[in-house]
T-cell receptor
Framework: DGGITQSPKYLFRKEGQNVTLSCEQN?????MYWYRQDPGQGLRLIYY???????QKGDIAEGYSVSREKKESFPLTVTSAQKNPTAFYLC???????????FGQGTRLTVV | RKEVEQDPGPFNVPEGATVAFNCTYS??????FFWYRQDCRKEPKLLMS???SGNEDGRFTAQLNRASQYISLLIRDSKLSDSATYLC?????????????FGKGTRLSVIA
């Protein structure tokens, strides 16, 4: 099946630990994105990538890091520097940046 | 003025009703517009693109008003299954390399 896969669906971590969220796509899309959504709020852009080995900060990049070593993969690391990491994290991809995007099922991260 | 603004609702309507949502955007150079649907605790899914000439898909009609910088979504003959949050999405500039910007969404509840 073609699509975007995020794993895991639910993730629990202790405060102070780094955690990496996985995002894989087999749609041959160049653009990939990470958004964060808090309860009752809209989507906020964390990082995006236009092409392999390139990525740009979004509106709320502090405390996060990404890599884009392969076209199919765009993992997000939530570091201990992120003050409020508990949220719903959504990965998306699109043909290019500036076209419609398609989302994975999301990862709910809870930091206790 | 925020880049993309929507009335958060909720809109509570009976089955069979017609309901319309508006969304305003601040960047007059914006070229691409979309409506996404997000069910509770799920990922957003592309509902439809919004073209300059307007477009219709079954019970859904999307329109663009460039002069007033807003887009609209009209749902006719509402079904219970239409209950969701509807997200307005804009690509702010015509550079081909700007990520999508999401409104916070308008919540719709269709009541039996």
């Amino acid at each position: 099946d073609g699509g975007i896969t995020q794993s895991p669906k639910y993730l629990f971590r202790k405060e102070g630990q780094n955690v990496t969220l996985s995002c894989e796509q087999n749609l041959n899309h160049d653009a990939m994105y990470w958004y964060r959504q808090d309860p009752g709020q809209g989507l906020r852009l964390i990082y995006y990538s236009q092409i392999v080995n390139d990525f740009q900060k979004g509106d709320i990049a502090e405390g996060y890091s990404v890599s884009r070593e392969k076209k199919e993969s765009f993992p997000l690391t939530v570091t201990s520097a992120q003050k409020n990491p508990t949220a719903f994290y959504l990965c998306a991809s699109g043909m290019t940046v500036g076209t419609e995007a398609f989302f994975g099922q999301g990862t709910r991260l809870t930091v206790v | 003025r925020k880049e993309v603004e929507q009335d958060p609702g909720p809109f509570n309507v009976p089955e069979g009703a017609t309901v319309a949502f508006n969304c305003t955007y601040s960047n007059s150079a914006s070229q691409s517009f979309f409506w996404y649907r997000q069910d509770c605790r799920k990922e957003p899914k592309l509902l439809m693109s919004v073209y300059s000439s307007g477009n219709e898909d079954g019970r859904f009609t999307a329109q663009l008003n460039r002069a007033s910088q807003y887009i609209s979504l009209l749902i006719r003959d509402s079904k219970l299954s239409d209950s969701a949050t509807y997200l307005c999405v804009v690509i702010p500039v015509n550079s081909g390399n700007t990520p999508l910007v999401f409104g916070k969404g308008t919540r719709l509840s269709v009541i039996a």
